[in-house]
């Protein structure tokens, strides 16, 4: 029951990734994250293309 | 015209990394900066709405993805997204307040009113420097919806300092700092957006359409966007204990700042 107040709470997943872990270990990309970073540079790219043409 | 401008990426750049970190600045820090470069109001305003809708969004995003915050939009929606909506919608009511008073060239906006923001934030962030100490801060949802009240009246009534009064408001209503960062992005990106369609149809519904140069939209945006990337994972890794030192000096130093711009610049 306890558990589930607390992860309820706000902030609960940030306060935890930083009790539980170092910093060397925040600083570890996922997979998935780093096709979502190279995805919005795509779409950087595509409106800075965009840009060009319409401005 | 497409124009890349590399001093107004650099100030982009730095101003939404500070935005998107510390959840303040970038409308503040940026608008006389821009001003002082040479650039028009209406070259200005209306881009600075578009950029930071944009650049909140991704920030907001990335955010969720490097999990400073837990964001659900699927129902039952949780705590997080609760207080990220209610600022949110406080924010879109201030700013089309405030696009329809600019419109109709009602000044409301003084020396004095700007003297009071000034003094809040400058206030709020030495209060906040004080609270450094205490470890234990409990969530307090009436005095977060007060703040997000104070913000929007603040906001609607032109005086800005949105931004900082949000940041801190959550901080002493018992919210998480990096988890406050994040639900401060994605809601200005909403408020900004909002703000930016108000800005758009407002006169055209008045038929008095506006024309908006986008001379510096490429610019801001390339800035605006590479920081809401790199902010983010920034906030994952530093320490929290770093940001609840970093957001009440920054704080501080943008209430300084609108002091100067009153009564010294």
């Known amino acids: 029951m306890e558990s589930e107040t607390s992860i309820d709470e706000v902030g609960y997943v940030a306060r935890l990734i930083d009790t539980e872990m170092t910093i060397l270990e925040r600083m570890k990309i996922k997979k998935s994250t780093?096709?979502?970073?190279?995805?919005?540079?795509?779409?950087?790219?595509?409106?800075?293309?965009?840009?060009?043409?319409?401005? | 015209m497409f124009e890349i401008i590399p001093i107004v990426i650099i100030l982009a750049f730095l101003f939404e990394t500070m935005d998107s970190c510390a959840g303040m600045g970038f409308g503040t820090g940026l608008t006389p900066l821009l001003l002082i470069l040479g650039y028009e109001p209406l070259q200005v305003v209306p881009i600075l709405l578009i950029s930071e809708g944009i650049t909140g969004f991704t920030s907001g995003f990335f955010h969720q993805e490097f999990e400073n915050v837990n964001f659900k939009i699927k129902k039952p929606i949780n705590k997080e997204t609760k207080i990220m909506l209610n600022i949110a919608i406080?924010?879109?009511i201030a700013i089309m307040m405030s696009v329809f008073l600019t419109?109709?060239?009602?000044?409301i906006e003084t020396d004095l009113i700007k003297t009071y923001v000034a003094i809040l934030v400058l206030a709020m962030g030495v209060i906040?420097?004080?609270?450094?100490?205490?470890?234990?801060?409990?969530?307090?949802?009436?005095l977060l919806t007060f703040f997000s009240a104070l913000a929007g009246f603040n906001k609607g009534i032109g005086a800005g300092g949105y931004?900082?009064?949000?940041?801190?408001?959550?901080?002493?209503?018992?919210i998480y700092e990096k988890t406050a960062t994040a639900i401060t992005s994605l809601s200005e990106g909403i408020v900004s957006l909002v703000g930016f369609a108000s800005f758009i149809f407002l006169p055209v519904i008045m038929s008095q359409p506006v024309e908006i140069d986008f001379v510096l939209l490429p610019s801001v945006f390339t800035g605006g966007f590479i920081a809401a990337l790199i902010s983010p994972y920034m906030v994952r890794v530093l320490p929290n204990k770093m940001w609840r030192i970093v957001i009440p000096v920054y704080a501080i130093s943008i209430g300084v700042y609108i002091m100067a711009k009153i009564y010294v610049l």
């Open chain 1, 34 to 55: 780093m096709y979502r970073i190279i995805g919005a540079l795509s779409i950087y790219s595509i409106t800075m293309i965009i840009f060009a043409i319409t401005l």
């Open chain 2, 90 to 92: 406080l924010g879109c």
């Open chain 2, 103 to 107: 419109y109709f060239a009602i000044k």
């Open chain 2, 128 to 142: 906040a420097l004080f609270k450094l100490k205490s470890k234990t801060n409990s969530y307090k949802p009436k």
């Open chain 2, 163 to 174: 931004g900082p009064v949000v940041m801190l408001g959550q901080i002493f209503s018992g």
